[in-house]
């Protein structure tokens, strides 16, 4: 079984975060996500910039979220995001988001991701920099 590849990083809710029932809007946990998603990618060598430079994007096709407790004005959010190893040519991301020194979690969320070629042409297989990736960090 290959290693857990996770990343934790934190971000404060601002007054912007908020709906009018003062919790946060459930549209910006998308937002957290994104930061999750970063953060990881910059820990473990799979950020959208650097894989941008070698040829390639990462769309995400598709997001599930399943919201479990609110989050609050003030309210430091942890982001845990996990690699969740593919046979296809994609990235599968976990996230766990909950308020720091708090036991109950916000949501659990996924995202997957594609790889597109400059032209924006799907890939099937891996492209090599992926495979590289996915053998140093021992995933099959």
Known sequence: ???ELTDI???PITFGDLDPM???WHGNYVKFMERGRESF???HGLDAM???DLGFTTPVVRTVID???MLEYGDLVEI???FIPQAAAKVVLRY???AKGRAAVAAVAETTQVFLDRERRLQLVDPPFYQEWKQRHGIR
């Open 41 to 43: 990618g910059r820990a």
């Open 22 to 24: 003062g919790i946060v």
């Open 96 to 98: 766990r988001i909950k």
């Open 9 to 11: 990083c934190e971000v």
């Open 67 to 69: 919201h479990k407790a």
């Open 80 to 82: 845990a995001t996990t």
């Open 1 to 3: 079984m290959p290693p």
């Open 50 to 52: 650097r894989i941008l």
